[in-house]
């Protein structure tokens, strides 16, 4: 069987030396809303990502870990499972460092020194709560995914709804990139209408379809599937835009994000269709909100621990505390990624 890796960035948010950096590059090369505290607040998640995987998804052959150049204390380098590359190591240009947004970092994915041509990437508030086999995120050579088109983001009422970021633009920006160079129009139904999408998405597939409207694909925040041989293909077609984006110190309105190697699979029908309902996304806003959600924690396949711009400094310490008990609960042991 072909293996698969996992990759992983990661940022201490309490490291001096990155802060000052931060902090720097801050007054030059940062616009607006770029550099929202939720984007860099630490959880104290990864130790329990880690044990996820292990305990979840013993077939994984590496993790592949990518850092500024901070690790955690409690990591453990020598295990053989864990792959360490600091950003320089994997940046095609290293006068772009050192970066401050996930962004460019993902652009750089490609390069990764033994990357498997299938991998899949996770973010360090990504856990796997249950046993997952390889088939859950590749059939064969593709990766498992489902493609339901959806509602626009952004604009006016998009904007008073949730605290305006660039996180809409981002999507938006490499459908729109991907449609200038392909058609969507013989792409077969199969990928529309699979026997496993929920009723609602099928209909959303359809009248978007039926009034021409290919602006927003629906995401699942959650571990995502890709392959190495579509993101070379990417970087091919869409090497200025990538360029660009790899340049970008912080984020800006004008990037793409992991999501046009997605999209591209999606659009281009080289995916396994299938959707599962195995996932849930905690949108980390309020203690209130957690509590009521969070029998999810031992329900679902893949969680998510989103940060979220909502979220009371005041209430962070208490909401951060319990997060913390839940997930000590649900895992643990000690993984031998931990010293």
Request: with cysteine; aromatic share 16%.
């Amino acid at each position: 069987m072909e293996p698969i890796d996992i990759v992983i960035p990661w940022v201490d948010d309490t490291d001096p030396k990155w802060k000052a950096e931060r902090a720097k590059y801050q007054q030059k090369d940062c616009v607006n809303d770029s550099n929202m505290s939720h984007y860099y607040r630490d959880w104290d998640t990864l130790r329990y990502v880690f044990r996820s995987i292990e305990t979840n998804m013993p077939w994984v052959r590496y993790i592949h870990f990518l850092t500024y150049g901070h690790l955690p204390e409690w990591l453990n380098r020598s295990n053989p499972k864990l792959k360490v590359h600091n950003h320089s190591d994997f940046f095609s240009k290293e006068s772009a460092l050192p970066v401050f947004s996930s962004h460019p970092i993902e652009m750089n994915i490609m390069n990764i020194d033994g990357l498997a041509e299938r991998f899949i990437y996770f973010n360090d508030d990504t856990l796997v709560g249950k046993p997952l086999n390889p088939d859950r995120f590749f059939r064969g050579n593709f990766p498992v995914d489902y493609l339901v088109w959806d509602l626009p983001r952004g604009g006016w009422l998009y904007d008073r709804i949730r605290i305006k970021d660039a996180y809409a633009d981002i999507c938006k920006n490499s459908i729109q990139l991907i449609l200038g160079c392909i058609s969507i129009k013989n792409l077969p139904k199969k990928f529309l209408y699979h026997s496993s999408y929920p009723l609602l998405d099928k209909i959303r597939n359809f009248f978007f379809d039926t009034i021409g409207v290919h602006k927003w694909i629906k995401v699942n925040h959650h571990p995502q599937a890709h392959t190495l041989s579509n993101l070379k293909k990417c970087h091919t077609l869409f090497e200025k835009t990538i360029d660009e984006t790899s340049k970008q110190r912080f984020r800006t309105h004008h990037d793409v994000n992991q999501y046009i190697f997605r999209n591209y699979a999606l659009m281009t029908g080289k995916f396994e269709p299938y959707h599962y309902n195995d996932s849930f996304c905690f949108v980390l806003s309020s203690l209130e909100r957690y509590v009521t959600d969070r029998h999810y924690l031992f329900e679902k396949a893949l969680i998510c621990l989103n940060d979220s711009p909502f979220l009371k400094e005041s209430e962070y310490p208490q909401l951060k505390q319990k997060v913390d008990e839940d997930l000590a609960n649900l895992f643990p042991i000690k993984s031998s990624f931990e010293i």
